[in-house]
């Protein structure tokens, strides 16, 4: 890889930005034009770059997180290849027009959509899946024919190192261009007229992207985030839960935006819980405070200022009452929080209001289903839901009387990495959808196309001049295809 000591990819220039643009919206018709096998072979040779540079990736992250390589290889690299796989194998299907039905008004027409490339899209994509976050979103904008600039964070410079090679050795930067930088290199891109946004990170820049985009009049696709919930009855299989639950908060530190943020127990089994999450957690990262600081298999929060703000929840928390049933240890110098349990956590306390995004995990017990799903809904809409129980019913009334990007039954966080799945928000958490063929659609236009293919219409029965047989002749109609 290229060396890690090596200084990170200058910041882009408000020249730069500008340059950049104006050479891919130029371009663009010609992207637009290209066939489905050009589109293929752009998604292909991304295949290919990342598997060749597979170990700098590696080395990049560790260097940035301190992460595992078999946890850059489940959560970074097998996303990316299973969704440039997908979009591949499906981009005929998806590019076909979609064919659509009509009334009998209509006879002798052909309704389709037509879908078509936006034409330029900029990609802002945040720190904590560096690799996933960036590049994911550009398959789905390759597949729909576009031209992409994109914009990883500033948080992660070992792995912006090596995307840049990537992405500058596989295209023509008026086809795809990364672009590096902090805030003022995104307002700078923020202000070229984008016919599309994809956005990643946090509900309050979420709100920020938005309006700027609305000053061009740019649609967006907000991935966001929130306290997103694990609710466990009694019914349900506790060693199962406690590790998926586990996996799912303390991968990556905790810092994923799908992790469960807290989670709702069934009284009876709270302790049960609590003591299984707890064995849980030795298991996958050493039976003793020194063995789980010093784990390989952990990872480290990104920078200092956000060790400030995890740990500061957790003092809160335990000011307020919460209770540090397991872990709690913290080291300022390796940016290191250990997975932690919190009980007697209050409902007001901060950590039970604002995403965590690190790996403190409150367990609240609760006395009925209606109780779980009351402080649920007293927070904004999640991104993510994970429901634990052998009870139909149970899991019924969550999805009936809740709203969540995306629910798991019995199961943890890597829905995300099914590329038939759409993934997205709801509302704070989100807006639009991305992956597989609804990653291709919030890059495409829809274009409805009405054809006429045989016959007179039934319309020019009733153009104008309005005579009274014509006027019977609609009331007729309107009668005849209203329906009972």
């Not at 990316?80 to 027409?109: C, K, N, V």
């Not at 349900?236 to 989670?263: H, M």
Request: aromatic fraction near 8%; proline fraction near 7%; charged fraction near 25%.
């Amino acid at each position: 890889m290229p060396d890690s000591l090596s200084p990170p990819p200058a910041p882009a220039s408000a020249d730069e930005i500008e340059r950049v643009f104006a050479a891919q919206q130029a371009h663009a018709p010609a992207v637009r034009a290209a066939s489905v096998d050009r589109r293929r072979d752009k998604l292909r040779r991304l295949c290919d770059g990342l598997r060749a540079h597979r170990t700098d990736f590696q080395d990049a992250i560790h260097a940035d997180f301190r992460k595992a390589p078999a946890e850059v290889d489940l959560t970074e690299m097998k996303p990316l290849l299973d969704e440039a796989q997908f979009a591949i194998s499906h981009l005929d299907d998806w590019m076909a027009p979609d064919r659509r039905s009509h009334p009998a008004f209509f006879a002798g027409t052909r309704s389709e959509i037509h879908y078509e490339p936006k034409g330029v899209a900029l990609i802002l994509a945040p720190w904590n899946y560096p690799l996933t976050l960036t590049l994911g979103p550009l398959i789905g904008a390759l597949a729909a024919g576009n031209c992409v600039t994109l914009k990883p964070s500033e948080k992660t410079p070992h792995t912006n190192i090596v995307l840049k090679k990537l992405i500058g050795d596989l295209y023509e930067e008026r086809e795809v261009a990364l672009l590096t930088g902090a805030k003022e290199v995104a307002q700078g891109l923020l202000e070229q007229p984008y016919d599309h946004v994809y956005f990643t990170g946090s509900p309050r820049v979420g709100r920020l992207v938005m309006k700027d985009a609305a000053d061009h009049l740019a649609s967006v696709t907000l991935e966001l985030g929130g306290k997103s919930p694990a609710i466990v009855d009694e019914t349900a299989d506790l060693d199962l839960a406690a590790e998926r639950i586990a996996w799912s908060k303390f991968t990556n530190a905790g810092q994923t935006c799908i992790a469960p943020d807290y989670v709702l127990v069934d009284a009876p089994v709270h302790d049960a819980l609590v003591a299984r999450l707890i064995d849980t957690i030795e298991h996958f990262y050493g039976a003793t405070a020194a063995m789980r600081r010093g784990s390989d298999d952990y990872a480290r929060l990104i920078d200092d200022g956000h060790w400030d703000r995890v740990v500061g929840l957790l003092e809160e928390a335990v000011a307020d009452g919460a209770t540090v049933a397991f872990g709690g240890q913290t080291n300022a110098e390796t940016r290191y929080v250990s997975p932690t349990i919190l009980t007697d956590v209050p409902l007001d306390t901060a950590v039970m209001q604002a995403e965590i995004f690190g790996p403190l995990l409150p367990i609240i017990p609760i006395s009925s289903l209606n109780q779980a799903v009351g402080i649920v809904n007293d927070r904004p809409n999640p991104l993510s839901m994970y429901l634990f129980s052998e009870r139909d019913a149970m899991v019924d009334t969550v999805l009936g009387r809740t709203t969540a990007g995306s629910t798991c039954i019995n199961e943890g966080f890597f829905h995300y990495a099914n590329p038939d799945l759409p993934f997205g928000g709801a509302g704070h958490s989100g807006i639009g959808r991305g992956h597989g063929e609804a990653g291709f659609r919030a890059f495409s236009n829809e274009r409805s196309v009405l054809r006429r293919r045989y016959g007179a219409s039934l319309v020019q029965a009733v153009l104008p001049p309005f005579t009274d047989r014509k006027e019977s002749f609609l009331a007729a109609l309107l009668r005849y295809f209203s329906g009972p």
